[in-house]
């Protein structure tokens, strides 16, 4: 098989092709070819083609004067490649740790220059250290270093935490963890080290090898940490953690300046985790959904007199009085509330609705909307837990 390049007449839809001809029965098929950026000077540093009869340039007027376009170009093969010029070219990265003698150094420890012996935690080659009076204080690769600044600031996270968590352990301190609960989407917050007591970087767990495994006195994990800059944990690390009921917490770092709040580490905020401390249904073990009653001042849609609105929220629903239950309705009466069955729907069910004291009409379930904001105040009545799967429902 034998590859060349090839040109045709310029229009508005066709663009430079890459032509491939077979050898036995001579057939060609044609691959569409389009530079990163429609600069000639992008082209050629991106894709290396050269022309051997004409820039670029020349042939764009040959087309435009009509004349024949050169038949063949050839490819430089000496061209840098796109990642290569990426990540030695642009690395605004300016990560504040090195690693020297096995453990993380800061800028603060060191004086400016290249005399401090410490290296990059992703390509381990010697850092400089520039302390100036413009910038942020950070090391630096040299200018002919290729590095990817993503698995850089990646791999310092997972050391730097990987050093705090065992410092903590050490000292007997508390580290708080706060995360939005994959299960309920609810925002949780414990203790990280409730149970752990060592942990251990990129360590396997048979099928797996996370970021940070935290295991306790006998050394079962309990806990699981991934550091996240740009791709999500694989997936065969959540199916191990939800098997093994293993909680896996995800702490996403998108900066370099989010390093130095982890030391000390006193609270982690991770993004997203699998561990719920809700209480969890008998039936189906998922995890139950506290209902809160608000009882609030509100307005007749009709005689705009005054009269009491009662409502219950589970996390984002809000319903009215016929979702309540027993205990729900003894506390909105006790505070005001008045209700009254609606006339039969088209099922022929007759709800219950808030109604004013004045002229008997009822507060359907469409102006109950306008009064959502009673659940924002915080002063809601504990009555009970639902489960968020099943029809399972308890009350005080």
């Known amino acids: 098989m034998t590859n060349a390049v090839s040109s045709s007449p310029r229009t508005n839809s066709m663009k430079p092709v890459i032509s491939r001809t077979c050898s036995n029965d001579a057939s060609t098929h044609r691959f569409f ?3 990163i950026h429609s600069s000639d000077q ?6 290396g083609i050269e022309n051997g009869t004409g820039s670029l340039r020349e042939r764009r007027q040959s087309r435009r004067a009509g004349e024949d376009e050169p038949k063949t170009t050839r490819v430089n093969t000496d061209a840098k490649p796109v990642s290569a010029l990426r990540f030695s070219v642009n690395t605004k990265l300016k990560i504040p740790f090195a690693i020297r003698d096995g453990r993380l150094i800061h800028i603060s420890e060191v004086e400016s220059g290249r005399g401090h012996g410490g290296t990059c935690p992703a390509c381990n080659v010697p850092l400089v250290a520039r302390k100036g009076a413009k910038m942020r204080h950070h090391f630096a690769h040299r200018p002919e270093a290729i590095c990817n600044p993503e698995t850089a600031l990646h791999r310092t996270t997972k050391i ?3 050093e705090e968590i065992n410092r903590a352990i050490a000292d007997q301190r508390e580290v708080t963890a706060s995360w939005r609960c994959s299960l309920c989407d609810s925002q949780h917050t414990g203790s990280l080290l409730k149970k752990a007591r060592s942990v251990r970087l990129e360590h396997s767990l048979t099928t797996c090898r996370p970021d940070l495994t935290l295991f306790d006195e006998e050394s079962r994990p ?4 991934e ?3 740009t791709h999500a944990p694989e997936e065969h690390v959540r199916e191990f953690c939800h098997r093994e009921k293993i909680g896996l917490l995800e702490y996403h770092i998108t900066d370099e300046i989010s390093l130095d709040t982890l030391r000390p580490l006193t609270v982690l905020r991770a993004r997203v985790g699998s561990v719920c401390t809700r209480k969890k249904c008998p039936l189906c073990t998922a995890p139950l959904r506290s209902v809160q009653l608000f009882v609030g001042d509100g307005k007749c849609w009709k005689c705009k007199s005054k009269m009491k609105v009662s409502l219950i929220s589970r996390d ?4 009215g009085p016929n979702e309540f239950n027993a205990a729900a309705l003894e506390i909105a009466q006790e505070r005001g509330a008045i209700f009254r069955l609606r006339p039969p729907n088209d099922a ?4 219950l609705a808030n109604s004013c004291p004045r002229c008997r009409s009822i507060t359907s379930e469409f102006f109950l909307m306008d009064y959502g904001y009673l659940a924002g105040r915080g002063d809601g009545v504990f009555v009970g837990y639902e489960c968020s799967n099943c029809d399972w429902k308890r009350s005080i």
């Open 33 to 35: 070819w389009r530079p």
């Open 42 to 47: 992008t082209a050629l540093a991106c894709g």
């Open 160 to 162: 730097l935490l990987c």
């Open 222 to 225: 309990v806990a699981v940490i």
């Open 227 to 229: 550091v996240v800059v």
């Open 316 to 319: 984002w629903l809000k319903d």
């Open 348 to 351: 022929g069910r007759r709800l």
